[in-house]
């Protein structure tokens, strides 16, 4: 497919929730993401696709019988982290289309339904739960917890959606064939403009409270204080190196302070650990390492700290035959494991599944640096109509 068509349909969605510090919000169900939804819903009429909607806030547009057996599921995501990138997420999903439309004038006659799919809630960027759509649909986690998770605001996530999740799809297996998610490499892995996915490494998220007394910045004597905010930092530094010493990744990036003033001690500060590794038990001994020496520390402070586990992604290995099959038909491309999450992990579990990756010349991703060379995406939706029209 021609650069140009890539770029005009990208352009469409392009300036929507990017914001003058850089980089985008879309978080999912606001502003911008609904309106990502609304220009999916016009996509599809445009196509003669009906859009469904799972009940889980997952949206999908139909090429053939819905919810038929053995369909094909193709797409991503909207939602972006705070001042993220546009290519995380959309690129799966403008891909979709042009994909389908590349099908549908070549002549290719389906023999299963193909449906371009737009999970909610991937990053868990508004709900803290990544994953969260494809977790629904797949039964991964309790439609009732999933009501319950609150954003920032503390809204819910059932008020956000306007009703408790439907929950996993009934009969799920026999009706999904395979997912392919196409989405941008989000490291520096791939030299050329398409790979396919072999596994995504085990990762998860750890809320790590810590507290002390608050007290006034002035007047309490250094050796009186009992700051959490200590804690804290020795901590930061203490993931970062049990994650070198293991080969692992580790990540405190988000945090939370009370009061959170200049003149005042804190009496809370609460940090978020991002854990990835190669395999699960390292992932879990790293997590256990940081955790010992963060209770460690606060013995020293004369502070508390209490973790609180608040997800996890198992280790996954993407279907091999598939990999190879795919690599195989887009002229050997590489297969190449990654350290970011994806829907496509998660389905993972119940369904064939294979993700193929765009090159992603900086490396950069979650950042407002991240970018994609227009001319592979355009090969990007190329490899994508090629598989399509393989699977169905
Ligand atoms: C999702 O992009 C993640 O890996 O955090
Ligand atoms: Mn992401
Ligand atoms: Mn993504």
């Known amino acids: 497919m021609s650069e140009k068509i890539f770029s005009a349909l990208w352009a469409e969605i392009e ?9 985008y919000i879309r978080y999912a169900l606001d502003r911008p ?13 445009r196509r003669d696709m009906p859009v469904t909607d799972d009940g889980n806030g ?23 982290v705070p001042h993220g990138g546009g290519y995380d997420g959309p690129l799966g999903i403008v891909s979709a289309f042009l994909a389908i439309d590349q099908l549908r004038s070549s002549g290719h006659q389906p023999k299963n339904p193909i449906a371009v799919v737009a999970f909610v809630e991937e990053e868990g960027g508004r709900f803290g739960l990544p994953c969260l759509g494809s977790r629904l649909l797949s039964g991964a986690i309790d439609p009732a917890k999933a009501a319950a998770l ?21 009969g799920l297996q026999s009706r999904i ?8 490499e989000q490291g520096r892995q791939l030299e050329v403009p398409v790979g396919v996915a072999s596994a995504i490494w085990p990762h998860g998220r750890w809320r790590f409270d810590f507290t002390g007394h608050g007290d006034h910045a002035g007047t309490t004597r250094m050796a009186d204080r009992r700051d959490p905010m200590l804690t804290f930092a020795y901590t930061v530094l203490a993931a970062n190196k049990e994650a070198r010493l293991s080969g692992a990744h580790a990540t405190m990036a988000r945090v939370e ?54 997800s996890l992604s198992g280790e996954v290995t993407f279907d091999t035959e598939l990999a190879g099959r795919l690599s195989a038909l887009l002229g050997d491309a590489p297969i190449l494991p990654t350290s970011a999450g994806h829907d496509a ?44 029209s393989e699977l169905t």
């Open 33 to 45: 993401e609904l309106i990502l939804r609304d220009w999916f819903r016009n996509q599809a009429d």
């Open 150 to 170: 609150t954003d920032r605001d503390g809204i819910t996530f059932g008020e956000a959606l306007g009703a408790t999740p439907a929950g996993p799809l009934p």
């Open 177 to 184: 064939g395979a997912l392919v998610e196409l989405h941008i």
């Open 345 to 388: 992990g998660v389905l993972s579990a119940l369904v064939p599944t294979a993700m193929l990756f765009v090159r992603n010349p900086t490396g950069i991703s979650h950042s407002p640096a991240e970018r994609a060379e227009h001319a592979d995406c355009a090969t990007g939706v190329d490899a994508l109509a090629q598989v399509l």
């Open 257 to 310: 302070v009370e009061p959170n003033a200049t003149n005042a001690i804190p009496s809370l500060v609460r940090g978020w650990l991002d854990a990835r590794a190669a395999d699960t038990a390292t992932m879990d001994s790293l997590v256990t390492a940081v955790t010992k020496r963060a209770t460690e520390r606060a013995g020293r402070d004369g502070t508390e700290v209490e973790v609180t586990s608040e």
């Open 58 to 80: 997952n949206l999908f547009a139909w090429w053939g019988g819905q919810w038929g057996r053995g369909a094909v599921l193709t797409g991503s995501h909207f939602d972006s």
């Open 15 to 23: 300036a929507i929730g990017r914001v003058d510090g850089g980089g």
